[in-house]
């Protein structure tokens, strides 16, 4: 990255901060920000270009440019390309992935079990009997699957494990079929232990909703595992 | 972002998937991919810049474009500015931070303590050392404490753990200056939790490896418990 840019870049960040802006505020034109900044015109447009790819400003068409939401986009986006680009390793990166979100779910096991307990969650069951009924009729639930996680979640005082844990399921989500992978056969599993956690979380019980957890995640771990030798052996006996 | 620059961003991924490139690998000139995907100059030119930003191409200049290493740069450099903003959120974005590098340090405890139980380990405690006696002369050890991460984490067959860590451990260390906090005063406790954590995954004791990642999170977190009343005591008596 040329100095120039990183620095103009710098710069516009310091004017938010500075400012006191937030997400969503006005920013100045182009023009003002040159005069402001004293730089050129090109070196604002590939400043605010960068600051838009990472999602710190936002550029409305006709309407200007706002501070941005930094939502976790640009990771999704890198991470998708990583995970595409090394079906050599092995699917390793789509491994990485999973083991990584499971990692999450279960360190908040106990926070969302506390959340949860006692309560009653007509939206969070509705999404389960929605991916219950698709599973039986041999149909796929993205859509209300994803919406599930990102629903549980936002239940704990934590609202960056949610994005994290939503990026790394786009990431998921949006490999598979890049690989020629489809989705495994028994999504029965993985639509059933959804509500197995969530009926744990409401009954406080953090053990069994930690045994869920893993359940859900078991038909996709196993369609990696069938996709090829897993690493061990191809390391261990020298076969 | 524009339709025509994402799909010119899209066509590139698209080629360096196709041509079955590697990190590191030369891409075409700019002429030559605007002949190719058939898009003007100013499109090439954009879409470089949103992949470069996104490191997933890298520009050397007077050398051309690479295949990038796709890190996890544009993360740290989204979250460290979402942690700068949000100074009004009584650092919540910090602590939400620091909750994640915990939970991703105990998903790992296991692993990190089945790579290196009986094993010796030279350079690690070298760098306990190092941080030992910086904190007893009163100094710092960044460099020593992120290396020690670092290196922790290389031993177990998850790179992508190792990198969000490592973004992580630099959201923190780049955030706190720029609000005003210093390192807690009880940096004596950090410096010997890394001894205990490296101690205790060479005895193959998982429990004490646990004990030992909390201990070493403790004086930062005293350091933002004590920046703004807790968050419980906040909302719970109407204070």
Known sequence: MPSRRAS?????????????????DHLPTESELCERLGVSRSSVREAIQTLSTLDIVEVRHGRGTFVGRMSLDALVEAL?????????????????VLEIRQALDLSMAERIVAALRGTANPSLHDLVDQMVASATAGETFAP??????????????????????????????????????????????????????????????????????????????????????PREDARGAGR
């Not at 390309?81 to 699917?91: C, E, N, Q, T």
């Open 144 to 229: 209300q699957d994803r919406l599930f996680h990102t629903e549980l979640l936002g239940h704990i005082d934590n609202s960056l494990v949610g994005q994290l844990v939503t990026a790394f399921w786009d990431v998921h989500t949006a490999v598979l079929p890049r690989l020629g992978l489809t989705l495994p056969a028994d999504l029965d599993q993985t639509a059933r232990a959804h509500r197995d956690m969530l009926e744990a979380a409401e009954a406080g019980d953090v053990d069994a909703f930690r045994t869920a957890v893993v359940d859900h995640y078991a038909p996709l771990q196993r369609m990696l595992d069938e996709a090829r030798p």
């Open 8 to 24: 103009t870049a710098d710069q516009i960040k310091d004017y938010i901060l500075t400012q006191g802006l937030h997400p969503g």
């Open 80 to 96: 998708v390309f990583r995970g595409v680009l090394s079906p050599g390793d092995d699917l390793q990166a789509l491994r990485e």
